[in-house]
T-cell receptor, first 114, second 115 residues
Framework: NAGVTQTPKFQVLKTGQSMTLQCAQDMNHEYMSWYRQDPGMGLRLIHYSVGAGITDQGEVPNGYNVSRSTTEDFPLRLLSAAPSQTSVYFC?????????????FGPGTRLTVL | AQSVTQLGSHVSVSEGALVLLRCNYSSSVPPYLFWYVQYPNQGLQLLLKYTTGATLVKGINGFEAEFKKSETSFHLTKPSAHMSDAAEYFCAVTDPTDSWGKFQFGAGTQVVVTP
């Protein structure tokens, strides 16, 4: 049971490039989400999904796309990277997405956009 | 709308001393409350949470927190700090009336433990 896994661990992009951050979980969780972590700002919700085929925007969705074709995977796409997207990105999952549910976090992807 | 305030971005404690991390929330309804810990270069790990029932909640690694509705607070304590407690700590809330648990995080408190 690997929990929540994320790839890559580190990535450097040039402005305007695109890339996909991968997230997978093997706990059969329905709810998955993406956060970005910036110094002094805690973690902010980018997008979330309450099941395969269902996604919605969080607090800071601009510049990011998501899709959920399977229960296990929830990739985050940067369409045209900008320096403002330099951050650490965390994927999380919970069993049913209820407000009382514990969310389990992956190890993070550290992204630098030059 | 909810918000979370963690007082003090950095806290330094001596090994063996009390650890006290402050968390206050602003919410139209009492939220569900969580404390997470982040060790260097790792993801977040749940320490404890309060949803309903007893307002004093015990978590892992000797930490506990008390929900005080009148003070809109959920401060985290540990009686005796250990070197391994050096990490960043995040308070987070969710809205019980929401369909989904969208976390609102505080800015975090970095804890340094000195010998």
């Amino acid at each position: 049971n690997a929990g929540v896994t994320q790839t890559p661990k580190f990535q450097v992009l040039k402005t305007g490039q695109s890339m996909t951050l991968q997230c997978a979980q093997d706990m059969n969780h329905e709810y998955m989400s993406w956060y970005r972590q910036d110094p002094g700002m805690g973690l902010r919700l980018i997008h979330y999904s309450v099941g395969a085929g269902i996604t919605d925007q969080g607090e800071v969705p601009n510049g990011y796309n998501v899709s959920r074709s399977t229960t296990e995977d929830f990739p985050l796409r940067l369409l045209s990277a900008a320096p403002s997207q330099t951050s650490v990105y965390f994927c999380a999952s919970s069993l049913a997405g209820a407000p009382e549910d514990t969310q389990y976090f992956g190890p993070g992807t550290r992204l630098t956009v030059l | 709308a909810q918000s979370v305030t963690q007082l003090g971005s950095h806290v330094s404690v001596s090994e063996g001393a009390l650890v006290l991390l402050r968390c206050n929330y602003s919410s139209s309804v009492p939220p569900y409350l969580f404390w997470y810990v982040q060790y260097p270069n790792q993801g977040l790990q749940l320490l404890l949470k309060y949803t309903t029932g007893a307002t004093l909640v015990k978590g892992i690694n000797g930490f506990e927190a008390e929900f005080k509705k009148s003070e809109t607070s959920f401060h985290l304590t540990k009686p005796s700090a250990h070197m391994s407690d050096a990490a960043e700590y995040f308070c987070a809330v969710t809205d019980p009336t929401d369909s989904w648990g969208k976390f609102q995080f505080g800015a975090g408190t970095q804890v340094v433990v000195t010998p």
